[in-house]
């Protein structure tokens, strides 16, 4: 597709729960980054993969939180065990290189935990 | 510690007004100044980034005014239009945009009325 592709556009899940939000980078793009966006709050960094480089985790707010990418593409965020502090849209990102020059946004995961 | 303090949180202005929205920093390693505007529903969009060789810099009508000694820019947006009206994020980073990780300030809620 023409920019960052993100599914689900919105979640409702139970406290308790595990969910997977995916990312599909626009194509040719070796850097993919998630960021978090709460309600009234900025947009906080959790995690960035740049081609085959470790992952920079040094975001994610704790062991509930992982991520993979597989083949340089496509993107998951995997959050176990929800909790009501998790509610938030959690936004992926992908740029041609790594920096944040030219950072392209998806539309986000809206997430939901009751 | 919030390394990225944006003010104010909303702005309501007339059509052809000038809002200026005000961001102080607290790193003096950053060297990266963008901001992003966010429609509802959408992911932020790059909307211009300066870097502190430069006071000023301008994209149509939209400026970044830049206060090295104070830690300080702006985003001033000229005669405003009611398609102005989103949520604008400033952030800032390292390595003269080239650090992938930005810090973003909270956020400014502008509405422009007709």
């Known amino acids: 597709g023409a920019g960052v592709s993100q599914s689900p556009s919105n979640k409702v899940t139970e406290k308790g729960k595990d969910v997977e939000l995916r990312c599909d980078p626009i194509s040719g793009h070796t850097a993919l980054y998630w960021y978090r966006q709460s309600l009234g709050q900025g947009l906080e960094f959790l995690i960035y993969f740049q081609g085959n480089s470790a992952p920079d985790k040094s975001g994610l707010p704790s062991d509930r939180f992982s991520a993979e990418r597989t083949g340089g593409s496509v993107s998951t965020l995997t959050i176990q065990r929800t909790q009501q502090e998790d509610s938030a849209v959690y936004l992926c990102?992908?740029?041609?290189?790594?920096?944040?020059?030219?950072?392209?946004f998806g539309e986000g995961s809206w997430l939901t935990v009751v | 510690q919030q390394q990225v303090k944006q003010s104010p949180q909303s702005l309501i202005v007339q059509k052809g007004g000038i809002p200026i929205i005000n961001c102080a920093y607290e790193?003096?390693?950053?060297?990266?100044f963008p901001w992003y505007q966010q429609f509802p529903g959408k992911g932020p969009a790059l909307l211009i980034a300066i870097r502190p060789d430069v006071s000023e810099k301008k994209e149509g009508r939209f400026t970044i005014s830049f206060n090295k000694s104070a830690k300080q820019f702006s985003l001033h947006i000229m005669d405003s239009q009611p398609g102005d009206s989103a949520t604008y994020f400033c952030a800032a980073s390292t390595g003269g945009g080239s650090n992938y990780k930005l810090t973003f300030g909270k956020g400014t809620l502008l509405t422009v009325n007709p």
């Open positions: 990102a992908s740029s041609p290189t790594g920096g944040g020059n030219t950072i392209y």
């Open positions: 790193n003096t390693a950053f060297d990266y």
